[in-house]
């Protein structure tokens, strides 16, 4: 069993930069593949990145965000950057064990999950 737990969020103007981690428990974390998604207030649960276990990653908005993963650290990072007000959401880190089969576009459906952290709140402020 993984467990996930989010820290990084915050408070932060427009403009700014917020970096998110997700630590994870259990030894087999380089194995698995990892996402950022988010959910705005009556919104649904949208993709934000993806990182599989050999570096592969996958982002909506590359130019702002960039995910990355210390194995020793059992830690998914989420930067982002140049912060917009509609970057406001709560931010859930998600993980997968990672199969080589699986096309990229596996990992940004969030169903595809099966472990998933309590989340943690960002709110960029205009």
């Known amino acids: 069993q993984v467990q996930l737990v989010e820290s990084g969020g915050g408070l932060v103007q427009a403009g700014g930069s917020l970096r998110l981690a997700c630590a994870a428990s259990?030894?087999?974390?380089?194995?698995?593949?990892m996402g950022w998604f988010r959910q705005a207030l009556g919104k649904e649960r949208e993709f934000v990145a993806a990182?599989?276990?050999?570096?592969t990653t996958y982002c909506v908005d590359s130019a702002r965000f960039i995910i990355s993963r210390d194995n020793a650290k059992n830690t998914v990072y989420l930067q982002m950057n140049n912060l917009k007000p509609e970057d406001t959401a709560v931010y859930y880190c998600a993980a997968d064990p990672d199969r080589p089969l699986n096309s990229g576009t596996y990992y940004y459906t969030k169903g595809n999950y099966g472990h998933w952290g309590q989340g943690t709140q960002v709110t960029v402020s205009s």
């Open positions: 259990g030894r087999t974390f380089s194995r698995y593949a």
């Open positions: 990182i599989r276990s050999g570096g």
